[in-house]
């Protein structure tokens, strides 16, 4: 069977001989785990920068070795010493500036967990446990707008996500969008609010 070239006249072994990975900025890729459960939500306090002393999601970077779905469970595993089962990935976050050290984009995830006693902080986090939760859908001059309180020992912390349908966009999708500042590093506050809104059309918060 003869062999397959492309417009230069290479075959696909003398075309990834030559090929420049380097042509190319690869992004870092990241997973985050969201586990809601009896109105709690489980949350680390990152122990390093950026946003060190924040409240996030379990999660950090794919090593080059694994899937998306293998990290994850390394990762929960790691940093709160519990095993995640039922996987379920929801919306990629790929904005260009989500991240201040480089250009990453994070697959989050919704899990649940076999063994809750087993909760313990580790690798680069301060602590891991349970926060009680609320959240509340208001519509303020016409923006839907998903309010989420956390519940940090006696402190209150509110946080604010715009969630309006992409009219311009190619997905069509939602689009969340923080309002103000945020107890949750980064982007997690847009995250959580896309896993409620998953967890709500699946019948369960």
């Given at each position: 069977m003869k062999e397959l070239r492309d417009k230069n006249g290479l075959t696909e072994?003398?075309?990834?001989?030559q090929y420049d990975a380097s042509k190319y900025e690869r992004p870092s890729v990241t997973i985050d785990v969201i586990i809601i459960k009896d109105g709690k939500v489980l949350l680390i306090k990152r122990g390093g920068h950026p946003c060190l002393g924040k409240l996030a999601f379990p999660g950090g970077f794919v090593e080059p070795d694994e899937d998306v779905y293998t990290a994850a469970v390394r990762e929960l595993k790691e940093e709160t010493g519990l095993d995640a089962v039922n996987l379920r990935q929801l919306r990629v976050a790929s904005t260009p500036n989500r991240d201040p050290?480089?250009?990453?984009?994070?697959?989050?995830?919704?899990a649940d967990i076999?063994?809750?006693?087993?909760?313990?902080?580790?690798?680069d986090a301060?602590?891991?446990?349970?926060?009680?939760?609320?959240?509340?859908?208001?519509?303020?001059?016409g923006v839907d707008i998903i309010e989420i309180t956390v519940l940090d020992g006696e402190e209150r912390k509110t946080v604010k996500v715009s969630c309006q349908r992409d009219k311009n966009g190619i997905v069509g999708d939602l689009v969340y969008k923080?309002?103000?500042?945020?107890?949750?590093?980064?982007?997690?506050?847009?995250?959580?609010?896309?896993?409620?809104?998953?967890?709500e059309k699946q019948g369960a918060v």
């Amino acid at each position: 069977m003869k062999e397959l070239r492309d417009k230069n006249g290479l075959t696909e072994a003398e075309f990834l001989a030559q090929y420049d990975a380097s042509k190319y900025e690869r992004p870092s890729v990241t997973i985050d785990v969201i586990i809601i459960k009896d109105g709690k939500v489980l949350l680390i306090k990152r122990g390093g920068h950026p946003c060190l002393g924040k409240l996030a999601f379990p999660g950090g970077f794919v090593e080059p070795d694994e899937d998306v779905y293998t990290a994850a469970v390394r990762e929960l595993k790691e940093e709160t010493g519990l095993d995640a089962v039922n996987l379920r990935q929801l919306r990629v976050a790929s904005t260009p500036n989500r991240d201040p050290r480089t250009r990453i984009i994070t697959v989050p995830f919704l899990a649940d967990i076999k063994d809750e006693t087993a909760l313990s902080a580790g690798d680069d986090a301060m602590s891991a446990r349970w926060y009680p939760f609320s959240c509340k859908k208001i519509n303020l001059n016409g923006v839907d707008i998903i309010e989420i309180t956390v519940l940090d020992g006696e402190e209150r912390k509110t946080v604010k996500v715009s969630c309006q349908r992409d009219k311009n966009g190619i997905v069509g999708d939602l689009v969340y969008k923080q309002i103000g500042n945020s107890c949750l590093a980064g982007d997690h506050a847009e995250i959580f609010a896309n896993a409620l809104n998953y967890k709500e059309k699946q019948g369960a918060v």
